[in-house]
């Protein structure tokens, strides 16, 4: 199970960090990721990270602006977002999957967090 939390309203230049905890499993051997959908739009890969190399994927539109993270000890995966815009504003979604590289597809998830909305205003 993936439980994410830390959406909310921001203002455009602004940051925030999610989280996901995962129960149920351990990071071993699992690509870490978050996706997300804005309304009308698919669902889209913004950034992953291996646990087994530390080997990082980042969405061109996010580069520069957002770092993911995870520890191990806590179970639980992290995306800081920096210099927020509106066309971030989304449902983020917490993803697994059992890979050793990174994933960047919606067919590579194994699981699934429930999503936490990010709202970002002009």
């Known amino acids: 199970q993936l439980v994410e939390s830390g959406g909310g309203l921001v203002q455009a230049g602004g940051s925030l960090r999610l989280s996901c905890a995962a129960s149920?499993?351990?990071?071993?051997?699992?690509?870490l990721g978050w996706f997300r959908q804005a309304p009308g739009k698919e669902r889209e890969g913004v950034s992953c990270?291996?646990?087994?190399?530390?080997?990082?994927y980042y969405a061109d539109s996010v580069k520069g602006r957002f770092t993911i993270s995870y520890d191990n000890a806590k179970n639980t995966v992290y995306l800081q977002m920096n210099s927020l815009k509106p066309e971030d504003t989304a449902v983020y979604y917490c993803?697994?999957?059992?890979?050793?590289?990174?994933?960047?597809?919606?067919?590579?998830?194994?699981?699934w967090g429930k999503g936490t909305l990010v709202t970002v205003s002009s």
């Open positions: 993803a697994a999957s059992w890979s050793i590289v990174v994933v960047t597809t919606t067919r590579e998830v194994d699981y």
């Open positions: 149920g499993f351990t990071f071993d051997d699992y690509a």
């Open positions: 990270i291996s646990s087994s190399d530390g080997s990082t």
